[in-house]
Nanobody
């Protein structure tokens, strides 16, 4: 059974940076599309960035709200996907999740997300103070 574990969240002042990690166990993370989702207080969960599998070119997408400030990357040797978050804003506050669709082994992204993700990490809280 595939598992994802996020880490790296915390409290940071506006303008600061954090790096989130999404570590995979029991499967090569590069073989799936991996997306980062964010759930802000009182809002629906939204896809903010996605990287396609390595055999589909590792194509990267960002949502408009994070474009130019966040960077997604993958380290296959560490079996981990990262989300580098710079110039953080209070509106970036929320719980961040990484996810994949494992039933059909989705390898491509659907914009900054994936269709019907069925495997989620436990989430990591990011709080940006003004």
């Amino acid at each position: 059974q595939v598992q994802l574990v996020e880490s790296g969240g915390g409290l940071v002042q506006a303008g600061g940076s954090l790096r989130l990690s999404c570590a995979a166990s029991r499967f090569p993370i590069e073989s799936y599309a991996i997306a980062w989702f964010r759930q802000a207080p009182g809002k629906q969960r939204e896809g903010i960035s996605c990287i396609s599998s390595s055999n589909t070119g590792g194509v990267i997408y960002y949502g408009d709200s994070v474009k130019g400030r966040f960077t997604i990357s993958r380290d296959s040797a560490k079996n981990t996907v990262y989300l580098q978050m710079d110039n953080l804003k209070p509106e970036d506050t929320g719980v961040y999740y990484c996810a994949l669709e494992g039933t059909f082994r989705q390898t491509y992204c659907t914009g900054p997300g994936i269709n019907k993700p069925d495997t989620w990490g436990q989430g990591t809280q990011v709080t940006v103070s003004s």
